[in-house]
């Protein structure tokens, strides 16, 4: 931690400047994570350490911190510490229909899966009706929590019917994606997505897996897979954090003139 202390010398306070200190301080740590010298995880001093350091008084410290949240530059671990996040996670927008963990392992993303639940439930009317089956059918439910740096970023709920990949439930989705497992294993070629996404508040649930403030925004993803055959074989419901995580697309534009 001294050597973080240390690294904060390179900029000082003007406290005879017009700029506020709280975003003096602000300013001197987003220039040192944008300049490489924190690196994506790195726990920042204590507020008392600040406040220490600078000689300023421990609400200016709290502002500053809040700024640097804001801007997406760190994040905080209730009873642990303030983060250094100067890495976001970019992904191509519904461009091409593969997995997120496909997606995240091309974008060269190092992440760990925590499988949640993995067990055969009965569809409700919005599963059966995602999946094109009757209410009270069996599917296999499996939740996964994705995590980035120990932090949790992506939440996946996951139902499938049971008629079509019996013992499913029983895989270590720690090691293996979902889309691997059914095209090796169960030799389900994959067709085509359909994929929804809107920005939601955070539940109660989704704040306590995702560690967030309730009401926080969530990118949430929701849709069907089909099959070669043209079978709805995934509903999907997943959540993501907008402060780690972003979408890119690139369009072209057609003569619509011709």
Do not use: C
Request: no cysteine; hydrophobic share 40%; charged share 25%.
């Amino acid at each position: 931690m001294e050597d973080v202390l240390q690294k904060l010398n390179k900029y000082q306070l003007n406290k005879n400047s017009f700029t506020s200190l709280y975003v003096q301080i602000a300013n001197n740590l987003e220039n040192l994570i944008k300049e490489g010298q924190f690196k994506n995880g790195t726990k920042l001093p204590s507020e008392e350490s600040l406040v220490k350091h600078y000689k300023v008084s421990r609400p200016t410290i709290n502002r500053a911190f809040a700024l640097l949240i804001k801007k997406s530059l760190v994040y905080r671990n209730k009873g642990i510490g303030t983060f250094v996040l100067n890495k976001k996670i970019q992904l191509p927008l519904l461009q091409e229909d593969i997995s997120f963990g496909e997606s995240l392992k091309k974008a060269k993303v190092n992440f760990y899966t925590e499988l949640l639940k993995s067990k055969i439930i009965l569809a409700n009317k919005i599963v059966a009706n995602w999946l094109n089956i009757k209410k009270g059918t069996e599917v296999i439910y499996i939740k996964r929590l994705r995590y980035l740096d120990d932090k949790p970023f992506l939440l996946i709920n996951s139902y499938l019917p049971k008629d079509l990949f019996p013992g499913l439930e029983n895989t270590d989705f720690t090691k293996y994606s979902l889309f691997s497992i059914l095209e090796k294993k169960f030799f389900t070629s994959i067709e085509k997505s359909n994929r929804y996404m809107k920005i939601i508040k955070a539940s109660e649930k989704d704040a306590s897996y995702l560690d967030i403030p309730i009401g926080d925004p969530l990118l949430h993803l929701e849709g069907v897979v089909f099959s070669s055959k043209n079978r709805e074989i995934e509903y999907f419901d997943i959540r993501l954090r907008g402060d780690i995580i972003s979408f890119y697309t690139t369009l072209y534009r057609k003569n619509i003139l011709s």
